[in-house]
């Protein structure tokens, strides 16, 4: 017998599943999507602002969902994905033209928004097929962000360090997905980082 916390993780994956069939068959009906108010301030996460709280919870199925390996599901997740790109692009040039941007702050606007979105979904995965939150991986985060590698080995000095302050936090030092899960948003938080630096270096000059 499935006990809680299987159940409810069966139940959270199939109504992801479900949403993601109807944000599907949805696509040909929906040429572009609709973006928030227009006025974002000039910073990296305007083109993520330019986006309305509904395309950023539709990008993040689109791009990030992919629940079976059939032939037919894959297309249907390249076909979403491609539509989400296309969001991020619409919002992208509109923060582009309105500031005029370099094509080097617009990608690195573009890939703060698409690493804002993997961040979310990242934690979403981490607490809804894990056991565990992600707020002990912030405060981590919000300690070391300047230590931290992107791509870093679990057996390096570094990724030994965050597995170690994992158990400390009371994780369970056999659960392993529950580990790899937690470094796959350890590092999504470090990438996200990345383009927040690299735009404001770019403003300086």
């Excluded at 919002?91 to 928004?113: E, G």
């Amino acid at each position: 017998m499935l006990d809680k916390a299987d159940r409810a993780r069966q139940t959270g994956l199939a109504m992801i599943r479900r949403s993601f069939l109807a944000i599907a068959a949805a696509l040909a009906l929906v040429p572009l999507p609709a973006l928030a108010a227009p006025g974002p301030a000039n910073s990296v996460s305007c083109t993520y602002d330019m986006l309305s709280i509904e395309d950023r919870e539709i990008a993040m199925v689109l791009m990030f969902v992919r629940y079976s390996d059939s032939g037919a599901d894959r297309v249907s997740w390249l076909r979403g994905l491609t539509v989400a790109m296309r969001m991020l692009e619409a919002a992208n040039v509109q923060c582009r033209i309105a500031h005029r941007w370099s094509r080097t702050k617009a990608a690195l606007a573009r890939d703060y928004a698409f690493n804002t979105l993997l961040v979310e979904a990242m934690r979403q995965t981490l607490e809804l097929e894990g056991t565990r939150s992600a707020e002990p991986i912030d405060r981590y985060f919000a300690q070391h962000a300047g230590e931290l590698m992107l791509g870093q080995n679990p057996d390096s000095k570094q990724g030994k360090a965050f597995t170690a302050y994992l158990i400390e936090q009371g994780w369970d030092a056999e659960a392993d997905a529950d580990f790899k899960r937690a470094r796959k948003y350890l590092e999504a938080l470090a990438k996200r980082q990345t383009n927040v630096l690299g735009f404001a270096a770019g403003t300086r000059r």
